[in-house]
C-alpha cells in the first residue's frame, strides 16, 4: 500500500471501532425486539412498490474493465497490491473514508512464502442496525489448472469473470448507494484470498471470508442475509438454485429467483436445482449462522453426475473481458437492486 492509503486506512480503521459500538447496541435491541415477538421474521419478504435506482452494466462493465487492467489479482503480485488500493480509493469515494475498512491478514503459501492479504469492508448507512451484505472475491486465481495448454497452468488468469464481475457489480451498488442512500444498512465485503488453495484442496481456499468469520470486525455483526455474487458476467451464464443456498437461506433463494421471473430474467435465474458448491458462502453460514446465498454461474448437473458443472473459461486464461456480457450484468443489478430497495420486510 501507498503511504497515503495506509493512513487513509487507518483512520478509516479508528470511525469504524467507533460506529462498531453503536452497531452492537442497535444489533441488541434487534435482538430484543425478535426475542419479545416484536420484529418481523429475519426473512421476510414483501414488494413495497418503492422507487428503484437504475443500475447501469457499462459502469459495471468498467469496473471489471479497471480491475483486469492491473494483471492478475493473486495474492503477493502487483496486480494484487494496485488493485487493493484502487478498491479502497474508490470505495471511500463512495462510502466516504470513515465507512471503509481494510481487514488485514497474513497467510502462510504453499512454498513458506507469507503474504499479506486484506478483506475490504464498506458500510453504507453505518449507523443503521438492520442491514444486509452483499459479497464478492477480489482475487485471482495463482494457477490456470483447467487451460488447455499445458504451458500456461501454472500462470495466474485474468479473472475477469471470476472475481471480476462480482466485484464489479458490487462497485456500480456502491456508486448508486452513493446517490440513493438504501432504505437499510448495506455492507459490501470483498474477501482476498477466495481462490488460492490447489484443487481439492479446500483448506487453503476462502481464506479472506474464514479469517473475517472467525474474526469479525463488529462484535455480534447479525445481519438478516447476505448475498454472494461469483462469476456473474459471462455471455452463456446460467444460475441454478446453488445447493448450499437451499440448504441454509431457502426463502431467500426463492425471493431473488421470484424477482427473476417477474422481470424475466429467468432464462439466466433458472428454477432448477443446481450442484452444492463450497464457496465463501459456505464457510459464512457454518462459521457465523447469518443466512447468505451463492448466486454463480455453472450448469444443473446432469442425473448421476458428480462433478460441478462450471463453464469452459474457468481457471483458465479465456476468463478474460471477451466474454464479459453487459445483458447479464444488467440482469443481475436489476435482481439485486430490486431485492435491496424494495423487497425488505
Known amino acids: 500500500m501507498t503511504g497515503r492509503v495506509i493512513q487513509m486506512a487507518f483512520v478509516a480503521y479508528i470511525a469504524f471501532v467507533a460506529f462498531t459500538l453503536f452497531l452492537v447496541a442497535a444489533s441488541a435491541c434487534d435482538r430484543k425486539e425478535r426475542d419479545s415477538g416484536v420484529s418481523a421474521p429475519r426473512l421476510s419478504f414483501v414488494d413495497r412498490d418503492r422507487e428503484v435506482p437504475a443500475f447501469s452494466a457499462d459502469s459495471a462493465y468498467h469496473f471489471i474493465e479497471r480491475q483486469v487492467s492491473f494483471g492478475p489479482r493473486n495474492p503477493g503480485s502487483e496486480g494484487h497490491r494496485k488493485t487493493r488500493d484502487y ?172 424477482i427473476a421471473r417477474q422481470m424475466g430474467y429467468d432464462h439466466l435465474f433458472v428454477d432448477e436445482k443446481g450442484s452444492s458448491i463450497a464457496d465463501d458462502h459456505w464457510i459464512i453460514n457454518r462459521k457465523t449462522g447469518i443466512p447468505t446465498i451463492n448466486i454463480i454461474h455453472h450448469k444443473p448437473p446432469r442425473p448421476l453426475q458428480t462433478a460441478i458443472n462450471f463453464p469452459e473459461h474457468w481457471h483458465t486464461h479465456a476468463d478474460d473481458m471477451d466474454i464479459i456480457s453487459t445483458e447479464t450484468l444488467q440482469a443481475v443489478g436489476e435482481v439485486l437492486l430490486e431485492l435491496v430497495y424494495n423487497r425488505i420486510r
Open 87 to 258: 478498491l479502497v480509493g474508490t470505495l471511500q469515494s463512495y462510502a466516504g473514508s470513515q465507512a471503509v475498512y481494510v481487514q488485514q491478514f497474513t497467510h502462510t503459501g504453499y512454498s513458506g512464502e507469507m503474504y499479506r492479504m486484506g478483506n475490504i469492508i464498506a458500510s453504507f448507512r453505518p449507523g443503521m442496525g438492520d442491514r444486509v451484505m452483499l459479497l464478492a472475491h477480489w482475487d485471482t486465481r495463482p494457477r490456470a489448472e483447467k487451460d488447455p495448454d499445458p504451458l500456461k497452468r501454472s500462470q495466474p488468469i485474468p479473472g475477469a469473470d471470476d472475481g471480476g464481475s462480482g466485484v464489479g457489480v458490487l462497485l456500480e451498488f456502491a456508486r448508486i448507494f452513493h446517490d440513493h442512500p438504501p432504505p437499510l444498512g448495506v455492507d459490501i465485503l470483498l474477501f482476498d484470498g477466495e481462490d488460492y488453495g490447489r484443487e481439492g484442496d479446500l483448506d487453503y481456499y476462502f481464506l479472506g471470508s474464514r479469517y473475517w468469520s472467525e474474526n469479525p470486525p463488529v462484535p455480534e455483526y447479525r445481519p438478516r442475509f447476505g448475498v454472494l455474487l461469483d462469476m456473474v458476467g459471462a455471455g452463456d451464464a446460467v444460475f441454478p438454485r446453488e445447493g448450499f443456498s437451499m440448504q441454509y437461506a431457502p426463502g431467500l433463494v426463492d425471493e431473488v429467483w421470484e
